[in-house]
């Protein structure tokens, strides 16, 4: 992601103010060691906090209930993901890039060609990628593969910041949910809900994460705000899949991310390059590739 913002002029459109991430009790403190010592094997700054006014330094207004947290200083958000996305087009388009619209049915194989079938017509090209989220099952089953992808979703409230001043990302660990920064509003999110993609939206989900932000940060003002609940893309290793089809090699799977679509694209279109390039991954292809859903591929 560095290497894009850097490449791209996307800096200004970054957050860089780490993550606290806070413990109800010192046993699930404790408990969370695993997470520290692989922060630590990777070398990714941290520091641990053991008391309320050491975590008040870094965030003042979080309950006193909260006297375990780790804090990671080099944790990275973007502004907003809206204006990140509409940033990359605008970079996409004037390096010569051409973006078209339109629902694609079914993907297939002509001529040495790969093929998607959308609405009225047809398209053709030496690779297709499919990159499309949650609805990329669909998809795959239209060239014979089985990929077991399920739709995690996710919802989410954003409101005014109402003068709280946050001042690192929040992650309640105990709790299922983050309170960050979207432009000058303030967005609590998080849940899992496996409800696949045509059950309408429990919004009572996020009401009760909203309750559960403003019970822990009481100087937070939770009046209206916006709700909104997402697909996240997950996969039942909780790594994505990123390789060629192995039914038709034309085409590139990179979709199942889960929650770090964001946090693992730019590194996901470096991957599916090499691979349209048939050059070697800087990382093992096998924890990755689509073919180790093996006896679950072909139908």
């Known amino acids: ?3 894009q913002a850097e490449s791209y002029s996307g800096e200004s459109l970054l957050r860089r103010e780490g993550q606290l991430r806070l413990y109800d009790s010192e046993k699930s403190f404790l408990e969370s060691s695993s997470y520290w010592s692989a922060c630590k094997a990777f070398g990714i700054a941290h520091n641990l906090l053991k008391s309320h006014e050491e975590i008040n330094e870094i965030q003042v207004g979080i309950h006193e209930r909260f006297s ?33 619209e339109r629902r694609a049915l079914s993907l ?7 093929t998607v079938r959308c ?10 990628v499919v990159a ?4 990329s099952k669909s998809l795959a089953l239209t060239v014979g593969d089985n990929i077991p992808l399920e739709t995690e ?17 929040l992650t309640f660990a105990d709790h299922g949910f983050v309170v ?15 409800g696949g993609l045509k059950a309408p939206p429990n919004f009572e989900r996020a009401k009760i994460l909203l309750s559960k932000a403003k019970q822990f940060l009481p100087q937070m003002d939770v009046g ?12 039942p290793d909780s790594l994505p899949v990123i390789g060629s089809s192995p039914n038709q090699p034309r085409v590139i799977y990179a979709f199942g991310h889960g929650h770090l679509g964001l946090t693992q694209s730019a590194a996901t279109a470096e991957l599916v390059r090499d691979t349209i390039l048939g050059k070697p991954w800087p990382i093992a292809s096998a924890p990755f590739s689509p073919a180790r859903f093996a006896g679950m591929l072909s139908i």
């Open 1 to 3: 992601l560095d290497r």
């Open 180 to 194: 960050s920064k979207v432009g000058s509003c303030l967005r609590v999110g998080g849940a899992v809900e496996l």
């Open 153 to 169: 979703r996710g919802y989410n409230t954003t409101v005014e910041s109402g003068g709280f001043d946050l001042r690192t990302h």
């Open 224 to 235: 209206a705000g916006q709700e909104w609940m997402g697909f996240r893309p997950s996969m």
């Open 108 to 114: 297939g194989f002509a001529s040495n060609l790969a």
């Open 68 to 100: 375990y947290a780790g804090y990671t200083p080099d944790w990275v958000n973007v502004c907003d993901p809206k204006l990140w996305l509409r940033h990359l087009r605008h970079q996409f388009i004037s390096g010569g890039g051409l973006i078209e």
């Open 132 to 135: 499309a989220g949650a609805w």
């Open 119 to 128: 609405d009225n017509d047809e398209l053709c090209s030496d690779f297709v």
